[in-house]
């Protein structure tokens, strides 16, 4: 049984390049919560500005804050889920690090734990100027999408602000792989079986003073993949369901160049399938390093090429049993040349994903 201190409060802050932000922050959390038993961690995904050294030289001497400094397995979720496994306090709350949530709401969030289980805090969405508006329809879009999937009535699930009692940090919200970008989705999804008791609390919702945003086409892509990961009930990885993805546009691909050198250009099967192949590697290769695997993204072109040559190297066994396998199924059980590409495609792919996870892309 996990064992935590009554009535601790326990805050957890992800940073990444917030040097210009979170000095401040912790200085106005601390004056919300001074009359409280606290602790402040500060997990930080390898930041490479000075945002470890100015807590470091600030707040060095109080014993009451904490930084956790990740290399390895980095990302927003799992650095948070690290962070939430050291935590002592019989509560938790999580808030970003760029200044947009205000310590200000952090006493009204933990008032409603008296009778909650979790408290979100949401966004008043009709009313943010800090926002575009392309941004805050898609928030609301995929609210809807999330309300549905999750099977909750929440005006605000995208928040990153939210409070909530250890006992629902449970074994489930551990074991889920998901590599979004909301941890407040993992854990509404990892109580879904329990009577959770959910309570909303409108927040301030600041501008950003300093530094840039963290959305990107990578975590658009990562929080899609999340979502859909829902939709198989957690038992499939984001990270494979990203991959599958980029395998079925590798798909057209393949099939674009195949028939292309086979109708085209007059190439036997074997030939038109081989160039096909070693073609559509190279663009989920790069498709996959851009998005699925951004978190390890391989960033120098020299850097690039060694890795796809390395990719290519240890995936031989994979592409050897594609081209033989789609090569025996177009000689020996059909003439269909798409049937016969799909055969050896398939049995690449799985090979393809466990190379790629595990040797490729190793958590940095």
């Not at 940073?15 to 912790?26: G, H, R, S």
């Not at 919200?173 to 309570?199: E, V």
């Not at 369901?241 to 691909?253: D, H, P, S």
Request: aromatic share 12%; net charge positive; hydrophobic share 45%.
């Amino acid at each position: 049984m996990r064992k935590f201190v009554k009535n601790k409060l326990s805050i957890i802050i992800p940073t990444f390049n917030e040097a210009d932000n979170v000095n401040k922050l912790i200085d106005e959390i601390i004056c919300e919560v001074q009359n409280k038993e606290y602790e402040i961690i500060i997990v930080d995904d390898g930041s490479t500005d000075d945002t470890v050294n100015n807590i470091f030289k600030n707040f060095n001497q109080n014993d009451k804050i904490k930084v956790i400094q990740r290399e390895h397995d980095r990302g927003l979720l799992q650095s948070i889920k690290f962070a939430l496994q050291s935590i002592t306090g019989e509560f938790f709350l999580v808030m970003d690090g760029d200044g947009q949530h205000s310590p200000k709401d952090i006493n009204l969030l933990l008032n409603e734990l008296d009778n909650s289980d979790l408290v979100v805090g949401c966004r008043d969405l009709n009313k943010m100027d800090s926002m575009s508006e392309n941004r805050i329809s898609l928030s609301k879009f995929f609210n809807q999408v999330l309300n549905y999937v999750l099977s909750i009535k929440l005006t605000d699930p995208l928040t990153g602000f939210f409070a909530g009692k250890v006992s629902i940090l449970n074994k489930k919200f551990y074991l889920l792989t998901n590599s979004g970008f909301k941890i407040l989705l993992d854990l509404i999804f990892s109580n879904k079986s329990k009577n959770l008791k959910i309570s909303e609390k409108k927040i301030n919702f600041k501008s950003r003073n300093f530094g840039e945003s963290k959305l990107s086409p990578q975590v658009a892509f990562s929080f899609v993949t999340q979502i859909i990961s829902y939709m198989f009930f957690g038992l499939i990885s984001s990270k494979l369901i990203g991959f599958l993805i980029i395998g079925t546009l590798g798909f057209l691909v393949h099939f674009g160049i195949l028939l292309f050198n086979l109708n085209v250009l007059g190439y036997s099967f074997y030939i038109s399938h081989t160039i096909a192949t070693l073609v559509t590697a190279s663009v989920n290769f790069l498709l996959n390093n851009y998005l699925n695997f951004y978190n390890s993204k391989i960033n120098t072109y020299k850097k690039i090429m060694l890795s796809l040559l390395k990719y290519y190297l240890i995936n031989i066994p994979g592409l050897i049993s594609n081209i033989g396998g789609a090569s025996f199924a177009y000689n020996v059980l059909t003439k269909n040349p798409l049937i016969s590409s799909s055969v050896g495609i398939i049995l690449d792919t799985m090979f393809k994903y466990f190379v790629s996870k595990t040797w490729i892309w190793k958590a940095n």
